[in-house]
Nanobody
Framework: QVQLVESGGGLVQAGGSLRLSCAAS????????MAWFRQGPGKEREFVAH???????????DSVKGRFTISRHNAKTTVVTLYLQMNSLKPEDTAVYYC?????????????????WGQGTQVTVSS
């Protein structure tokens, strides 16, 4: 059974930090490229960050570059944890954050390219 389960969301003041986690299991996720997306109130889902099969290849949306860091831990081929360290949070970072996974190595980061999704975790940044 494929599962991606996010955790770590919550309420934080502007300037604060949070670390999101996503536990992925049920597929050989160690061979999957993974990403974080978010959807703010009244907004469409948007790309946040992407990581390749190791921590070497990462890509960020301009809006989070320099503040967010994506990383992963491949405990086993079928058990992977994805992280998103979020620093210097702003009220505009308020959103539901989703982790996602795809098997292919592409150079674009559209939500439809990711086959597996978690249920999301809420991040609220107060001003």
């Amino acid at each position: 059974q494929v599962q991606l389960v996010e955790s770590g969301g919550g309420l934080v003041q502007a300037g604060g930090s949070l670390r999101l986690s996503c536990a992925a299991s049920g597929r050989t996720f160690s061979t999957y490229h993974m990403a974080w997306f978010r959807q703010g109130p009244g907004k469409e889902r948007e790309f946040v960050a992407h990581i390749g099969l190791s921590d070497i290849t990462t890509y960020y949306a301009d809006s989070v570059k320099g503040r967010f860091t994506i990383s992963r831990h491949n405990a086993k081929t079928t058990v992977v944890t994805l992280y998103l360290q979020m620093n210097s949070l702003k009220p505009e970072d308020t959103a539901v954050y989703y982790c996602a996974a795809r098997a292919t190595d592409l150079r674009t980061y559209e939500s439809w390219q990711y086959a597996y999704w978690g249920q999301g975790t809420q991040v609220t940044v107060s001003s």
